[in-house]
């Protein structure tokens, strides 16, 4: 059984950092691309950062330089290190995975629960 975990959300003021997390388990982790999405209330689900199975990374233009995507093939985990956060950022994360790398989020085979990130000004 697949499972995707993710933790590390909250609540934070603008210009702080959290860490989200995402636990795998019940598949090939080392062989799926891993990504972090977000859907804020009103709006599409979009990519935030993707990972490939040889560590290469892509980030939305939005967070670019802000985020860091990394993952842990060893311990099947994903993470997700959000700094300089602004209000705009809030959503809730997920986190994804599939065999080979997209930016759209319904080629994602695999997700997690989402965990709630809110930024105030």
């Known amino acids: 059984q697949v499972q995707l975990v993710e933790s590390g959300g909250g609540s934070v003021q603008a210009g702080g950092s959290l860490r989200l997390s995402c636990a795998a388990s019940?598949?090939?982790?080392?062989?799926?691309?891993m990504g972090w999405f977000r859907q804020a209330p009103g709006k599409e689900r979009e990519m935030v950062a993707r990972?490939?199975?040889?560590?290469?990374?892509t980030y939305a233009d939005s967070v670019q330089g802000r985020f860091t995507i990394s993952r842990d093939n060893a311990k099947a985990t994903l993470s997700l290190l959000m700094n300089s956060l602004k209000p705009e950022d809030t959503a809730m994360y997920y986190c994804?995975?599939?065999?080979?790398?997209?930016?759209?989020?319904?080629?994602?085979?695999?997700w997690g629960q989402g965990t709630q990130v809110t930024v105030s000004s």
């Open positions: 990972i490939s199975t040889d560590g290469s990374t």
């Open positions: 019940g598949y090939n982790y080392w062989s799926h691309c």
């Open positions: 994804a995975a599939r065999i080979g790398c997209s930016g759209r989020w319904y080629d994602y085979n695999y």
